[in-house]
């Protein structure tokens, strides 16, 4: 039996526990994983190396790589080397004054390896498929555009004390703590280029996969890339859409309900199978289950949280939830 092909989609901490989460599947499934990762972070270390050197910011890409990398203990030590972040060092003014004095400080050694392989092997998609050898990856992990982008939002009340203004708030980092409304979301460029493998492995999936993750700066911009949005559309796959737990800031006032409408706002033809949500997340079942059949998709709850009462997902419980969706009619 062929594997099942599963495409997930996002960045950041929400894409690493659905990577992890299909980690845990592995037992129960054959699964061929592709993580698509979005490419418009500007903060951090990812930040300091897209405005100093250009290239992609590599900080989800290389949080989805050691989210898939492999279980030797020799790989555990790349994985654990990959996430290790420079402290400034002494003498050097801390943590507020580091950055400037000490040009390591706050950078992971995954985020300037990725950026030093793709200086040295001229392509992003080369350099990430190296360092998930190196890591023993248990998938492949690609942009979603071969160019950084630019998030962009009207944002409605983000200063405070004008509650009633709209004003542009521009930068991924920006647009995730803005403490207004997010009206629209928009990319820089409007159109960029898809990767051509992602789109080679969105036509090819059994299952596209989206969320857990920050809304508008994780999940919604695979959306607004044409080629991509395309090929989520026009794809034989199945589509999964995995629910948050809580709102994050960005998201604020946003419901579970309003998370579904804002996929079909983005992109109207998207049908969706199936919706996945913790069972004690969902305040209004009746009201996420319309949602989810506006989009054409059944709704499963299922417990998926930590259960420590932090509002995170526990890749085990997420893993052991997709076990029956992702294996349906195989």
């Avoid at 930040?47 to 555990?76: I, K, N, S």
């Avoid at 190296?130 to 942009?143: D, Q």
Wanted: include cysteine.
């Amino acid at each position: 039996m062929t594997p099942t092909r599963v495409v997930a989609f996002g960045g950041g901490h929400g894409l690493s526990a659905s990577l992890r989460a299909l980690r845990h599947c592995v037992p129960g499934l054959d699964l061929d994983i592709t993580a698509v990762v979005t490419v418009g972070d500007d903060g951090g270390s990812s930040g300091r190396l897209r405005a100093e050197r250009g290239g992609l910011p590599p900080g989800d890409l290389r949080q989805a790589l050691v989210a898939l990398a492999g279980d030797h203990p020799a790989t555990r030590r790349s994985a654990a080397l990959f996430q290790h972040r420079f402290a400034a060092a002494a003498g050097s003014g801390g943590a507020a004054g580091g950055a400037a004095a000490d040009p390591l400080a706050g950078h992971a050694v995954g985020n300037l390896l990725l950026h030093g392989l793709t200086e040295l092997l001229g392509d992003p998609v080369v350099a990430l498929d190296h360092a998930g050898a190196m890591l023993g990856a248990v998938g492949r992990v690609l942009p979603m555009s071969r160019q950084p982008v630019g998030i962009e939002a009207r944002v409605r009340g983000a200063d405070p004390d004008r509650p009633d203004e709209v004003r542009t708030v521009r930068g991924q980092h920006q647009v995730a703590v803005t403490s207004g409304t997010v009206e629209s979301l928009r990319l820089t460029p409007a159109a960029p280029a898809a990767c051509a493998e992602a789109v080679t492995a969105v036509r090819a999936a059994d299952w596209l996969i989206f969320g857990p993750g920050s809304w508008y700066t994780s999940v919604l911009p695979h959306l607004l890339v044409p080629g991509l949005a395309d090929a989520i559309v026009s794809s034989p796959a199945r589509r999964l859409v995995t629910l948050n737990l809580v709102a994050e800031k960005e998201t604020l006032g946003l419901s579970l309900p309003d998370h579904l409408d804002t996929l079909r706002r983005y992109l109207p033809e998207l049908k969706v199978d199936m919706v996945l949500a913790d069972s004690k997340a969902v305040a209004d079942p009746v009201a996420v289950e319309r949602a989810a059949e506006s989009l054409g998709a059944r709704l499963v709850l299922a417990p998926v949280a930590v259960t420590d009462g932090t509002p995170r997902h526990d890749p085990a419980a997420l893993g052991a939830a997709l076990v029956p969706v992702l294996g349906a009619d195989r």
